[in-house]
């Protein structure tokens, strides 16, 4: 863990903020040096497709992990389409080493079906993976992750409920080790030269 690194994800995780149903709770200033070396962990979900998986089969590509859900009216989308936005300022073939994980925090509704269809969404990444699971799978994949997501009940909205989440973008490298974070918030080119520097250090060995 670099100190930047973390600084950044602590400025990050203050900028945590809900999907359209406000809240003063967030867990900026929650992390400390052990907590940093801590992000990322095991977990085996449920994919798109219906087909389980684990952090293990996705091993050797570096990952870029989101939490959200499809219900999300604002901030989800918004971190998805700057996530697609970067990677199209690389290569294909640089791009194409990233694979974007969206883990929802809404796994009632997030079906693999629904999460098939929302992955799919013109101008999210191509080659997005959407991953659901069993409600206690989804939270102790979220605490790996220092991810903060609670249900707010929004009976006049269309939605019934929404969840108040943390929005950052995880890069982590080949071995499952965190990197960086990026927000819904980070400009496309600022996600692409962190992303760049990735690769540059992939390439050095
Ligand atoms: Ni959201």
Redesign the pocket.
């Known amino acids: 863990m670099r100190a930047a690194a973390w600084a950044a994800l602590a400025f990050a995780t203050a900028l945590a903020v809900g999907?359209g149903a406000p809240s003063g709770d967030d867990d900026g200033g929650r992390g400390s040096d052990a907590a940093a070396q801590a992000i990322g962990g095991p977990f085996t979900l449920i994919n798109h497709r219906g087909e389980t998986v684990s952090d293990a089969d996705f091993r050797g590509q570096p990952l870029l992990v989101y939490f959200?859900?499809t219900y999300?009216p604002?901030?989800?989308p918004l971190?998805l389409q700057k996530l697609s936005l970067a990677l199209e300022r690389l290569s294909p073939a640089d791009a194409a080493v990233f694979q974007p994980i969206l883990i929802t925090v809404d796994p009632e509704r997030d079906t693999p079906e629904v999460l098939s269809a929302y992955v799919s969404s013109n101008g999210f990444p191509a080659n997005l993976v959407g991953l659901t699971g069993a409600e206690a799978d989804i939270a102790a994949v979220a605490a790996a992750y220092r991810v903060f997501y609670e249900r707010v009940d929004t009976p006049d909205s269309y939605a019934d409920y929404l969840?108040d989440?943390t929005?950052v973008i995880y890069l982590m490298d080949e071995t499952g080790a965190f990197v960086e974070p990026y927000t819904h918030a980070s400009a496309p080119e600022d996600i692409a030269a962190g992303l760049q520097r990735h690769l540059a250090r992939r390439a050095s060995g």
């Open positions: 999907c959200g859900f999300c604002d901030v989800c971190a969840v989440h929005s």
